[in-house]
């Protein structure tokens, strides 16, 4: 059974080298990419794998169109917009797309509903990230990190992004009406980086994949 194109084959089709792209951003695009075509399809993954007994060629062939563009631009897509993909794209997926999405499930709903809860509970407070996410984005053990130091991290990564991109909470919250994935990707970086080398001076390089999650945001002046 096919699954979803991985990062080699996927640097072996648009002939990207290590050095170009490194595997953690080629990894970010093909993530991206991946919930794009998912998004303009209107299926979830695991609806297209079971109907499909696997991921259909074309739409992993989609999927690297879009990551090259990705690669080409130097920068995420923030958005589906199919005016940034050529027509090979579109040719690809047009056989997969689902025009009458199934209506979610009760357990969806629930899910659904406890992350926007969750959100707005950050949010007022005037935090983009909690702990919890936090946790599940770091992939942690609660008995190895220290909550505190952990909680600290994320508040000084969220202040650093927005001084980095320009923007004030409120202004982001205006403009994009909520916070873009790509900025929180970019805050999740910053708060492992800043946690992981508290004790070291902040001396280590920081993650170049970080100015390339923002470039789309910074606040042109």
Known sequence: M????GIEDIRHEINVSHMEVDDNLLSIYREKA???TMDI??????DLIDS?????????KAITIMVKVMVEKGELLTEPNMFYLPYEYDNNIKEYMNLQSPPMTAEQKKAQEDRCRLQQEIETKGRILGLDYIKKYLRIDCKDYDDKALDDAALKAQQFVLKYIGRS?????MLFGKTPPAIIHAMLIATEWFYLNQNKGYKTEFPYTFKILLKPYK???
Request: hydrophobic content about 30%; glycine content about 14%; overall charge positive.
């Open 2 to 5: 096919n699954y979803f194109i």
């Open 34 to 36: 991946i919930d794009f």
């Open 41 to 46: 399809l209107g299926r979830t993954e695991r």
């Open 52 to 60: 499909n007994n696997g991921v259909p060629d074309k739409i992993n």
């Open 169 to 173: 909470f409120g202004g982001m919250k």
């Open 219 to 221: 606040c042109k002046r």
